[in-house]
C-alpha cells in the first residue's frame, strides 16, 4: 500500500524564522504537489514538480524534489503570520489519483 | 466564475437518511475526481471519471456510495443510508492536467 508520511505534523514556528516541511513517499512517482488548505476552506494548488531535481520557488515558500531518494520538502523563509495553514504533498500514481499526506500544521507566531 | 463548484456548501442529515452532492467541474476539464476528508487527515480518493465513464473506485466507496457522470458534465455523488461515520468534507476535483478543487461539501451525520 502506497504510504505518502509528512512530517512534522505540527510545526510552530516564530516570524521570521526558516524551517522545513518533509514528504516521503512509498513508490515511484515523478509527479509530486503541494497543497495549502486554511480552517474549513478547500485545497490551495502551491507547486507542481514533475521531474527529479525540481525546484520551484513561491515568495517565501520554496518546494524542491527527489525522485531517487522518494522525498520532497517545502522550505519556508522568514515566516510570516499569513503561512499559517496546513500544508499537504500529494503523490500522483496511475490515473492521476493521488495520495495525499497526512498534513503538517503550521502556526506562525510573533 | 470558472472554478469547479459543489452544492450544497454544507449538509446536516440524519441517520439514515440519503443525500446527493453535486460538482461541476471547469468545462475544459476531461478528469473528474472525488475524495474524502476526515477531520485532521488528508483527502482520501473515492472514485474518478474519464469523461462520463468511471474508471476507478475505492474500497471506500461501500454499496451505499455512487457516483454518476452523465454526459460527462457535471457529476453527483449519492450517499444512502447516511451513519455518523460518513461526516466529513467531501471535495470534487476537475483536472486536465493539474488539479482544481471545489470548496467542498461538509457533511454532518447526527
Known amino acids: 500500500e502506497l504510504k505518502v508520511e509528512q512530517n512534522p505534523l505540527f510545526l510552530s514556528m516564530q516570524e521570521g524564522k526558516n524551517y522545513t516541511i518533509y514528504c516521503n513517499y512509498s513508490t515511484t512517482s515523478d509527479r509530486l504537489y503541494w497543497y495549502r488548505q486554511d480552517p474549513g476552506k478547500s485545497l490551495e494548488s502551491l507547486f507542481v514538480l514533475l521531474s527529479n531535481g525540481a525546484v520551484k520557488q513561491e515568495g517565501r515558500l520554496m518546494a524542491s524534489l527527489d525522485t531517487k531518494a522518494r522525498l520532497s520538502t517545502l522550505h519556508i523563509t522568514a515566516a510570516v503570520h499569513d503561512l499559517s495553514a496546513t500544508y499537504f504533498c500529494a503523490v500522483a500514481v496511475t490515473g492521476n489519483q493521488f495520495y495525499f499526506g497526512t498534513g503538517t500544521s503550521l502556526t506562525v507566531i510573533p | 466564475d470558472t472554478g469547479v463548484s459543489q452544492n450544497p456548501r454544507h449538509k446536516i442529515t440524519k441517520r439514515g437518511q440519503n443525500v446527493t452532492f453535486r460538482c461541476d467541474p471547469i468545462s475544459e476539464h476531461n478528469r473528474l475526481y472525488w475524495y474524502r476528508q476526515t477531520l485532521g487527515q488528508g483527502p482520501e480518493f473515492l472514485t474518478y471519471f474519464q469523461n462520463e465513464a468511471q474508471l476507478e473506485k475505492s474500497r471506500l466507496l461501500s454499496d451505499r456510495f455512487s457516483a454518476e457522470r452523465p454526459k460527462g458534465s457535471f457529476s453527483t455523488l449519492e450517499i444512502q443510508r447516511t451513519e455518523q461515520g460518513d461526516s466529513a468534507m467531501y471535495l470534487c476535483?476537475?483536472?486536465?492536467?493539474?488539479?482544481?478543487f471545489g470548496s467542498g461539501t461538509r457533511l454532518t451525520v447526527v
Open positions: 476535483a476537475s483536472t486536465l492536467y493539474g488539479y482544481t
